[in-house]
């Protein structure tokens, strides 16, 4: 015969023991698992406001070990790596329209930059555009009031907004897209070739 766990005590003992136990009411357990969500939620964001760590390189953000969009625009693989993911998704149109937006500003002649300006208006801006970006009618409208005397500023807004939207929307699904990560595997193993 097994041997009882609680011999020595009798059933009524252990009972008037369990009466002196404080039982959590159903609102205390809601409470306690909001404020454990809370410290979690406080800890993640301690950990993105960390100081970035000075071993690693100074384009690489903290949270994610991921590089930055402007420091990534910069390096011709993964711009054009970019470019490519950008074509799949079908909106190739706003790094075409950012990387025109660069190549105006280094514009150094007045006639060219007549010319180009138009030309970035027909393409991305005008409202019959083939390759129209996503733009608020009043950025447009200030373009084109801008273009009877281009300056080399006049698409700096609707560059910023497009970059921005890149930046929210686009960058990260191309982080976690199977272009960057076979791109960056390539860059790991190619040492060892």
């Known amino acids: 015969m097994p041997k009882f766990l609680f011999s020595r005590i009798k059933f009524y003992e252990i009972k ?25 939620q406080c800890l993640m964001v301690q950990k993105i406001n960390k100081e970035t760590n000075p071993s690693k390189p100074s384009w690489w953000t903290d949270n994610d070990l991921h590089p930055t969009l402007e420091k990534m625009l910069q390096d011709k693989k993964y711009l054009a790596a970019f470019r490519a993911f950008l074509q799949s998704e079908f909106s190739e149109e706003n790094i075409e329209f950012w990387l025109a937006c660069e190549d105006f500003r280094s514009t150094a002649s007045l006639d060219d930059l007549h010319w180009k300006a138009e030309k970035i208006y027909k393409e991305f801006i005008e409202p019959t555009a083939c390759r129209e970006i996503n733009v608020d009618y009043h950025i447009k409208e200030d373009i084109k009031k801008s273009l009877e005397e281009p300056s080399h500023s006049c698409f700096d807004e609707a560059q910023k907004h497009v970059y921005l939207l890149m930046e929210r929307d686009s960058w990260p699904r191309f982080l976690n897209s199977d272009t960057y990560l076979n ?4 860059s790991r193993t190619l040492w060892y070739i």
Do not use: G, H
Request: positive net charge.
């Open 183 to 186: 791109l960056n595997l390539k």
């Open 16 to 40: 008037d023991l369990m009466q002196n136990v404080k039982r959590p009411r159903r609102i205390d357990i809601v409470l306690y698992r909001k404020r454990q969500k809370k410290d979690i």
